[in-house]
């Protein structure tokens, strides 16, 4: 005997009731973990927020008097060069190593294998870890590489890496590109799969060489993986805070200050607590900015998706990599 499409409809309506209190404990998790923070970031940086009334919980309300005071503060204009030289320092040699590692390795064999493993290495340590172990390797005249520089008659004095301006910045972003590159790798690597190998069969016989089918079919097929890498390492790569602090708390001179740690001395060494929240305020902004961006992107480019997957080589063999 067949259900009435009202019986059915209630069937479904009370299933959906009996679920709900399971979705419960996840959004009481999410708002307390999250939301809460969230909320009293954004009111601290609304807010006359110090060392003398931070206890006090009753804030006056400031408006966007904690924003106007950003440019004035010690490292700001520092910080914003800093941080598009640690942009594209970081993400540049992060997307070209993971990629050519990714290509690399997309074959599968015991060496290729246990490559894949070491690849993953840096993603093992803690922050904490990589940033211990690159200031073993930086520090003079202790140092690692202040050893080997001597011993090789590069330097006659001590190099200082860690003191010198542009030498800190250039170590920061070193540890920022082996931190990135398994990223990089997997998030390639699992796009390069995704391709139908009868591609690259069609387009070897068809006798393109290596840079026409990469130009042609791999790079392509790639968009949205290549868009997914650029957007996250964006966002990772402003997020960083612990190793920067770790190695040398933004200086020499501010040479190293970035959003991260400016935002933590304000907050925390110089007790300004809401030209802190309004430096995260900022950083959250700017990264919504760069999701929106990336979902339009995509969105337009899911459309084109069916002829972009469509292999050229079927339909014209013998012109399709001319």
């Given at each position: 005997?067949s259900?009435?499409?009202?019986a059915?409809r209630?069937r479904?309506r009370?299933?959906r009731a009996?679920?709900w209190?399971?979705?419960i404990?996840v959004v009481a998790w999410?708002?307390?973990m999250?939301g ?7 009111r601290?940086a ?5 060392s003398t ?9 400031a ?5 106007r005071?950003?440019p004035d ?6 910080m914003?060069?800093n941080?598009?030289?640690f ?5 540049v040699?992060?997307f ?5 590692l990714?290509?690399t ?5 015991r060496?290729r294998?246990?490559?894949r493993?070491?690849?993953l ?6 922050p904490?870890a990589?940033?211990t172990v690159?200031l ?5 005249p202790?140092?690692?590489?202040d050893s080997?520089?001597?011993?090789l008659?590069?330097v006659?004095?001590?190099p200082y890496?860690?003191?010198t301006?542009n030498?800190?910045?250039i170590?920061?972003i070193?540890?920022n590109?082996?931190?990135g590159?398994?990223f990089?790798?997997?998030v390639?690597q699992?796009?390069?799969q995704a ?7 069609a387009?070897?016989?068809d006798?393109?060489?290596?840079w026409?089918e ?5 790079i392509?097929?790639l ?12 966002m990772?790569?402003?997020?960083v ?6 190695l040398t708390q933004?200086?020499?001179?501010n040479a190293?200050m ?7 001395s304000?907050?925390?060494?110089d007790?300004?607590?809401?030209q802190g929240a309004?430096?995260?305020v ?7 900015c760069?999701?929106g961006?990336?979902l339009l ?5 899911k459309?084109r998706?069916?002829?972009v ?8 063999p013998?012109?399709a990599y001319?």
């Open positions: 005997m259900s009435s499409p009202i059915v209630q479904s009370l299933k009996r679920a209190p399971f979705l404990p999410v708002l307390i999250f809460y923070p969230i909320y009293q970031t954004i601290i609304f807010s006359y927020v110090n009334n931070f206890t006090a919980g009753a804030w006056k309300f408006g966007f008097q904690n924003f005071l950003l503060l010690q490292g700001w204009r520092l914003l060069r941080t598009g030289v942009l594209v320092g970081s993400i040699p992060q070209i190593i993971g990629g050519l990714a290509v390795l997309r074959e599968s064999s060496l294998r246990l490559a493993s070491l690849v290495l840096p993603w093992l340590f803690p904490v990589t940033a690159f073993w390797m930086f520090e003079s202790q140092g690692v590489f080997v520089f001597k011993s008659g590069l006659h004095a001590d890496f860690l003191q301006s030498d800190a910045l170590v920061v070193l540890v590109i082996w931190i590159i398994p990089n790798f997997l390639i699992s796009g390069l391709i139908p190998a009868n591609l690259h069969e387009a070897i016989v006798g393109a060489g290596w026409k990469l130009t042609r079919i791999t392509p097929l968009r949205e993986t290549v868009l997914t890498v650029l957007m996250l390492g964006i990772g790569t402003m997020n805070f612990a190793f920067v602090w770790i933004g200086g020499p001179a190293t970035l959003p991260g740690p400016l935002a933590y304000e907050a925390f060494v007790f300004q607590y809401g309004a430096i995260i900022v950083v959250v902004v700017v990264l919504m760069v999701a961006a990336f992107l995509t969105r337009s480019k459309a998706k069916s002829q997957g469509a292999a050229p080589v079927a339909a014209n013998q012109g001319v």
